[in-house]
């Protein structure tokens, strides 16, 4: 971990205090994700129990306990996605990126798959989200593209 990002953050905290939330939104704007010995060592020097912060940061869904990969693909789960077969895709692209079953991340930390609700575009379902791209009427075969045009275009 790097001391030198938290110390440039407690610093801001020291003059203004700031809230959890606050604090987490800092921490994970830093490190990308919330490290958990960045919250032990705010914990110790703010005074503020360290579960505090873990509440906050599994309560709220934008906070990330684990780092996240260099692309961010949000696949819809929704109904109108569903019926319109989102599920197999969604599971094709986790065997194609290598994602360890349970896991979010690939292993080499190019590819974050994350499965969400509704995003509002059922007339285009299967929707998928490619690092902000919305990539709708997904097929197997359009899945593939969208990895290697996400790839090309941010590959580690
Ligand atoms: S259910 Fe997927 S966009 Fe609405």
């Known amino acids: 971990m790097t001391d030198k990002k938290c110390e440039q953050i407690l610093e801001k905290y020291h003059k203004d ?6 604090i987490l939104q800092d921490i994970q704007e830093s490190f990308g994700y919330i490290p958990e010995d960045a919250v032990f060592w705010f914990a110790e020097r703010l005074n503020i129990p ?3 912060f873990f509440g906050a940061a599994t309560f709220y869904a934008q ?3 684990k780092p996240r990969g260099k692309n961010i693909i949000t696949a819809c789960c929704g109904t109108a996605c569903h ?5 197999p895709i969604i ?3 986790r065997e194609d990126l290598k994602i360890p079953h349970g896991e979010t991340t690939s292993s080499d930390g190019k590819f974050t798959v994350e499965s969400v609700a ?3 575009a059922c007339s285009i379902a299967p929707v998928f989200i490619g ?11 359009k899945a593939s593209e969208m990895i ?9």
């Open 83 to 87: 019926v319109k077969g989102s599920a």
């Open 63 to 65: 906070f990330y306990l």
């Open 118 to 120: 509704c995003v509002g």
């Open 50 to 52: 360290a579960s505090s």
């Open 91 to 93: 599971n094709r692209v």
């Open 148 to 156: 290697k045009e996400l790839d090309k275009v941010k590959g580690v």
């Open 131 to 141: 690092n902000k791209k919305v990539f709708g009427k997904m097929t197997m075969e």
């Open 17 to 22: 205090k700031g809230s959890v939330i606050s």
